[in-house]
Structures are given as structure tokens and as C-alpha cells.
């Protein structure tokens, strides 16, 4: 394992990564590093093409140092597809979607639950506490379980069912709040500081490993084109592990010498009913404020307060990219033009980003002719209510 170290990107100081850690005294989120010269010795681009078609072909950039505590489904190496038809109808040419919905448990939250179980497992956790708004619990509930550990998961009673009934499959001890993922994120404080130590809290960036899981989406945009990166990403951002992973991915890559050094600009798209990190980007902020009353269907990307805010704004800012709201009736209007025309149910979250996409080709941000991928975080059969079929006629029999 070439994983050497726990670093805080606020205040600089190194944690120790054999032992489970948390945020950093001063708050921050931790960042694993890895000795990349040493890693970069023993592996080559050319060689992952040769490994199984998951994520843990990415071992030697991964926190696990013992095999036998991988504990996987088959995630990752999903398809990048390419979507011509919409491409041309927004302006698009080289539109191109990865699609996280065959992910196990349906989201690409299963990249994160893999890496984080894995190496929880790896440092002797039990059980696991963490508040969700679906589908990281259904997958952090699923992937616990195949550990052998236990998992607590508080959710909004707003939750998608589905995420709800994931959890109790998975034999996982569900709690629901009637209030958002911020009220679910009190109880767990709680329910971890009362457990003497025998909880650890997997909350979205309060351990370092979640993340790890995720930057795999990073690696695998550049691979499946070729060690090439696209001109931009779109990602709908929620907690922002998905953007900051595919950021802290990238800057791998690039001290690795694997990629040219120019990055792709990133695109943080959020919902017009909860855009802490857009109002952020606009005002030229460092921090984001926690959004009031936050409200969408895309429901992943519900999270008012995000306490990655200041990793989100940066990997923005050094990429020259943006942040960009969109509504709820856009994108349910997106989500099914787009299944018109290419066959693929998006999940919102997902249908968000070709909407950003859309109005960025519109206004001259996205040029002609370049190259930009979407990320389709979920499965569209997971999110049913987003196609109404009331008014299919009945034929006579
Ligand atoms: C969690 C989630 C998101 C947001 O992910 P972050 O990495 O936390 O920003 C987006 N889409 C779906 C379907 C999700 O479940
Ligand atoms: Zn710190």
C-alpha cells in the first residue's frame, strides 16, 4: 500500500492513517496522500487495462493494504456512453455520459462504501453511524453488511423510499427524522459521542476514505478516453465528494505524469432550491452559507450546509470552472427529453447536469466542439415518480 499519511487541506497538519481519524481539530475534512513516486514505479497506465473491470483496478492509488478486507459488489468501471442525438439538439457534438445507475445499490455512492467499508474493516471498526439522504445509507447499510460490521443510518422521512427499504434488506438499524440531512447529522452526533467509542461516524467527509472511492470516477473518465481528459465535467453536487474526488483524482494523475497538465473545468450544478455552493461561487466566496428551507426533486443533492464548501469552491476556482442552478421543472423536462432521444432514465440528479450542460452550450461558456462529460449519478429506475404514465390509454379488451 503506498497510502502514507492523513492531510488537512485547511491548516496543513498531518494525521497518522494507521488509526481511524475523523475531521481535523480545526474542522476540516482530511485528504489521504499516497507516495506516488513509489506507486508510480511499480504501475503504468497500460497495466490497468489488463485488471477486472472495477474500481479496485486502481489498488495501488487505494487505502487498503491487505486484500482480504476488499470488500466489493463489482463497482466501478461503469460505461461511458455516448449521447449524439442530444448532443447534436443542444450543441454538444462530443456529449458524453458516464452512467453511475449500474453501479451496485444503483448510485455511485457504492464507490465510496466500498473504499470506506473496506478500510474501516481494515482499521477495526464494529458499526458504523452516518445520516443520509438515500443512497449513500442504502449503500454504506449494503456494503457493511458484507463486511460483517454493523450500520446505523438516520434519514429524512422525504427520503426515497426505495433507500429506505435498501437499508432494511441490508439488515441495517434505520432511524428516520422528519427534518433534513442536517437534523439527521445532529442525531448521529449524538448516537456516536453516547457510544463510548464502539460508533464510528462515516458521515459524508467526516472520515477520509469515503472520498477515495469516489476519485475513482476521475480515474476512469481519463482512462476510458484514452489517459485524455475531457474539456469539461459536469457533476450535481450535494456534499461535493463526488467533485472534490474527481479533482484530488486529477491532480493525482498529474503527478503521476499520466496526464497533460492541463485540467478539465469543473461544473458544480445545483438546484435552485438549495444552491449554498452556487450563491458562494457568484459572490467570489471561500465558504459557503447554509441555504434555508432547501427543497428539490432531485433530492442527493439536497444538502444546505455542505462541510466540504471550501474543497468544492477551490477545485472550481483552479479549474476555471463554475457552479450553475437549475429547477425542478427544467430538469424534469431534461430527464425526459433526454430518455426520448437516447433511451437512458436519468436519474434527477443526473437530468440536472444535461440541463447545465444545455444552458452553458447556450450562453457561450461551453464552446463548440468541445469535449464534456456528465456524470448520471444514479439509476432512473430508483426515482419511478419522474415519468407519469396516468395518461396511457386503456384499450378496450
Ligand atoms: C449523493 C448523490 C449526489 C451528490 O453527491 P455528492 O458527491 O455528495 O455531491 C448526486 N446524485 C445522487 C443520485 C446522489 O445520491
Ligand atoms: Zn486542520
Known amino acids: 500500500m503506498y497510502l502514507t499519511h492523513l492531510e488537512c487541506p485547511r491548516c496543513g497538519r498531518e494525521h497518522d492513517a494507521g488509526v481511524l481519524q475523523n475531521l481535523c481539530e480545526c474542522g476540516s475534512p482530511l485528504l489521504a496522500r499516497y507516495d506516488l513516486a513509489a506507486a508510480a514505479r511499480v504501475v503504468e497506465p497500460e497495466r490497468f ?14 487505502p487498503v493494504a491487505d486484500p482480504r478486507n476488499v470488500t466489493t459488489l463489482g463497482e466501478g468501471w461503469t460505461p461511458m456512453l455516448r449521447v449524439p442525438a442530444y448532443g447534436a439538439d443542444i450543441g454538444i457534438d462530443e456529449l458524453l455520459v458516464k452512467d453511475e445507475g449500474l453501479t451496485p445499490t444503483g448510485s455511485f455512492k457504492a464507490r465510496g462504501a466500498a473504499v470506506g467499508v473496506s478500510r474501516a474493516r481494515e482499521l477495526g471498526v464494529r458499526r ?27 434519514m429524512p422521512l422525504s427520503a426515497p423510499t426505495i433507500c429506505r427499504q435498501e437499508c432494511l434488506a441490508a439488515g441495517a438499524d434505520l432511524r428516520l427524522v422528519d427534518g433534513l440531512i442536517g437534523d439527521a447529522g445532529r442525531q448521529v452526533a449524538a448516537l456516536v459521542a453516547a457510544s463510548d467509542g464502539t460508533v464510528f461516524d462515516a458521515g459524508t467527509l467526516r472520515e477520509p ?11 476512469e473518465i481519463v482512462e476510458q478516453l484514452g489517459w485524455q481528459v475531457p474539456d469539461v465535467i459536469i457533476y450535481p453536487t450535494g456534499g461535493g465528494v463526488g467533485l472534490i474526488g474527481i479533482h484530488k483524482a486529477l491532480g493525482e494523475l ?3 505524469g499520466w496526464v497533460e497538465d492541463k485540467l ?20 467570489g466566496d471561500d465558504r459557503a452559507r447554509p441555504w434555508e428551507d432547501a427543497h428539490t426533486v432531485a433530492f442527493g443533492i439536497t444538502v444546505p450546509a455542505p462541510l ?22 427544467e430538469i424534469l423536462t431534461d430527464l425526459r427529453d433526454f430518455a426520448a432521444r437516447e433511451g437512458l432514465l436519468l436519474c434527477p440528479e443526473g437530468a440536472a447536469c444535461l440541463t447545465a450542460a444545455r444552458r452553458l452550450r447556450a450562453c457561450g461558456w461551453i464552446r ?12 432512473g429506475v430508483k426515482y419511478p415518480e419522474t415519468i407519469d404514465v396516468s395518461g396511457v390509454p386503456v384499450l378496450p379488451r
Open 49 to 62: 487495462g489488463l485488471r477486472p473491470a472495477d474500481l479496485w483496478r486502481y489498488r495501488e492509488l487505494l
Open 128 to 154: 458504523i453511524a452516518m445520516p443520509t439522504n438515500g443512497n449513500a445509507g442504502a449503500a454504506w447499510a449494503t456494503y457493511a453488511t458484507r463486511a460483517g460490521l454493523g450500520a446505523t443510518i438516520v
Open 209 to 219: 476514505y469515503r472520498l477515495e472511492g469516489k476519485k475513482t470516477m476521475g480515474f
Open 254 to 256: 498529474r503527478e503521476l
Open 264 to 283: 478539465p473545468r469543473l461544473v458544480a450544478v445545483q438546484s435552485t432550491g438549495c444552491a449554498p455552493i452556487v450563491r458562494a461561487f457568484a459572490a
Open 308 to 329: 466540504g464548501d471550501e474543497l468544492i469552491l477551490a477545485a472550481l476556482r483552479a479549474t476555471a470552472g463554475t457552479a450553475i442552478a437549475v429547477d425542478d421543472a
Open 368 to 379: 463548440a466542439g468541445e469535449r464534456v462529460v456528465v456524470l448520471n449519478t444514479g439509476a
